[in-house]
């Protein structure tokens, strides 16, 4: 008797158990965004350099693309100075030389940051002693050759001597080839930014040329493509470069724009490299002299929140015919 009120009770107490634990919870299926276009103004001449964020499907910040020369790094650890490539800029180590003896281009080797973005392929190359504590650069002399301004006009030459880096800012001393216009600054830096640049224009003037970097995801601009054929041509191209903050890129040539979704993405191998939507996307005519959009070119982006998007160029010319105006369809997977 005692046996089976022993099994009763431990019935009941189950019963009790189930009872308690709670309901199990429907998995809720993935909703995608829906499908956006998105339209970029860089100007007929791209005179524009236009960020944009996917998140807002909006431009954040919209500036000149002759206004700055150097792009200073302003993360932890990262010690790296960049051109603006939108003016095809070229840099020149001429060595430990002597800053007033230096007066042409005589010598001159020049180099070109990579449109990758990778930060072992910038023009600038090791200008640092990260030997040595504290950090100091080495003691080099190098020619900047200014490249173009947006009315493409020659922008001239400058030498220039890194003088002093640290956690808060970097030191330069500049002037132009014959002496002339000798300064020194020091440009500060500012860790919400990936770069802060700087300008050899009105005596040297330090500014910021684009949005924090979590508020941004793509860059409209001119930028300057290297071509080996075999010898190096440097050439302006027009195109998009991504966030080096954390967006990332895959390009499907194979599926259709409906055919991708959120079940595809781990299929996709991604990469961080700037110009992973580059330029090609498009294509001239030298017969029509009209750019029209590669087929089947579709990009997958992950932006700097984290989300996947699938997107699409339809066009690069606005409603009154003038090129410089992208149009694109994308779409939150």
């Not at 829906?34 to 339209?39: S, Y």
């Amino acid at each position: 008797m005692k046996r089976m009120a022993s099994k009763l009770s431990a019935v009941v107490c189950c019963l009790l158990l189930v009872s308690c634990l709670p309901e199990d919870q429907a998995v809720q299926p993935h909703v995608p965004g829906a499908n956006e276009e998105g339209f970029v103004a860089m100007g007929g001449e791209y005179k524009q350099r236009v960020y944009f964020d996917l998140g807002s499907n909006r431009e954040v910040l919209v500036e000149d693309v002759d206004g700055w020369d150097l792009a200073i790094a302003c993360a932890d650890g990262a010690f790296h100075i960049r051109l603006n490539t939108g003016r095809i800029m070229g840099v020149a180590d001429m060595g430990s030389r002597d800053f007033a003896a230096v007066s042409d281009t005589t010598g001159a080797s020049w180099n070109y940051d990579a449109p990758s973005g990778n930060s072992d392929s910038t023009a600038f190359g090791n200008w640092l002693d990260a030997d040595a504590l504290p950090l100091r650069p080495y003691d080099k002399l190098y020619l900047i050759d200014r490249g173009y301004d947006a009315e493409g006009d020659r922008s001239g030459f400058v030498k220039v001597q890194i003088t002093s880096v640290s956690a808060e800012s970097y030191g330069l001393r500049f002037a132009k080839l014959d002496g002339s216009g000798e300064n020194e600054a020091e440009i500060k830096r500012d860790k919400s930014f990936n770069y802060v640049g700087f300008s050899f224009d009105d005596g040297g003037v330090a500014k910021f040329i684009e949005p924090p970097s979590q508020e941004w995801d793509l860059v409209f601009t001119k930028y300057t493509e290297l071509f080996r054929i075999p010898e190096l041509v440097v050439y302006s191209v027009t195109g998009v470069l991504t966030n080096p903050a954390g967006v990332q890129v895959a390009i499907d040539t194979t599926r259709s724009f409906e055919e991708i979704d959120f079940a595809t993405l781990p299929t996709y191998t991604f990469t961080s490299d700037w110009d992973a939507v580059g330029f090609d996307w498009k294509v001239f005519s030298l017969e029509e002299r009209l750019f029209s959009i590669v087929p089947g070119r579709i990009f997958i982006i992950k932006d700097m929140e984290g989300f996947a998007y699938k997107l699409r160029f339809v066009d690069f010319y606005d409603a009154a015919g003038t090129k410089g105006h992208p149009k694109f369809e994308f779409q939150r997977l």
